[in-house]
Nanobody, 123 residues
Framework: QVQLVESGGGLVQTGGSLSLSCAASGRTFSRLSVGWFRQAPGKEREFVAGITSSGGNTYTADSVKGRFTISRDNTKNTVYLQMNILKPEDTAVYYC????????????????WGQGTQVTVSS
């Protein structure tokens, strides 16, 4: 069983930065691909970024490309999402998710989910 816990959310002004963390339990973390998703009120959950189990490949949604960076440290069982140049439209609950396969942009492809962390960007 894999448990994921996100942290690092908060309130930030437009143009600011936040760094989210996704800490995983269990000894299988290094075999898991991880994705970050977000969901704003009244909207569907959308893919933000993904990273393969080794960290050798990353994928980023066009809406955040050049501003968000995903990375991982398998020695710490943690995946990070560095968010820069934040915009009000980035406001959402951010979730990390994991699966035993390559990263996917489809939420239904993931087996494990964290509880989410709120990110609010004020204008």
């Amino acid at each position: 069983q894999v448990q994921l816990v996100e942290s690092g959310g908060g309130l930030v002004q437009t143009g600011g930065s936040l760094s989210l963390s996704c800490a995983a339990s269990g000894r299988t973390f290094s075999r898991l691909s991880v994705g970050w998703f977000r969901q704003a009120p009244g909207k569907e959950r959308e893919f933000v970024a993904g990273i393969t189990s080794s960290g050798g490949n990353t994928y980023t949604a066009d809406s955040v490309k050049g501003r968000f960076t995903i990375s991982r440290d398998n020695t710490k069982n943690t995946v990070y999402l560095q968010m820069n140049i934040l915009k009000p439209e980035d406001t959402a609950v951010y979730y990390c998710a994991a699966r035993f396969d390559l990263p996917s942009s489809r939420p239904s492809s993931y087996n494990y989910w964290g509880q989410g962390t709120q990110v609010t960007v004020s204008s």
